[in-house]
């Protein structure tokens, strides 16, 4: 079905949409059969790339566990 095994995700970090498009991808995991295929996902800063792990993602959308995480910071 997929030629390519790997796709990676990058989007500018603090644009609009950057996040969107990183739900998008958790989003297509819960819907289709990916367990073949490596997805990464990046923000481009201005220090370059970083890695954002799919947990990231998903605390990024709850923003209750965040507020609790930065409390225990």
Sequence with gaps: MFRNKE???VTIDKSPHCVQLH???KE???IMD??????????ATEEGL???PIE???LSKNLG?????????
């Excluded at 990916?34 to 923000?43: A, F, G, M, P």
């Excluded at 566990?65 to 910071?73: F, N, S, T």
């Design 56 to 58: 990231v993602i998903g």
């Design 50 to 52: 970083i890695r954002v």
């Design 7 to 9: 796709i990676k995700f």
């Design 23 to 25: 739900y998008v991808v």
């Design 34 to 43: 990916l367990e073949k295929i490596h997805i990464e996902n990046y923000v």
């Design 65 to 73: 566990k965040l507020c609790k995480y930065m409390k225990e910071m």
């Design 28 to 30: 297509l995991k819960n």
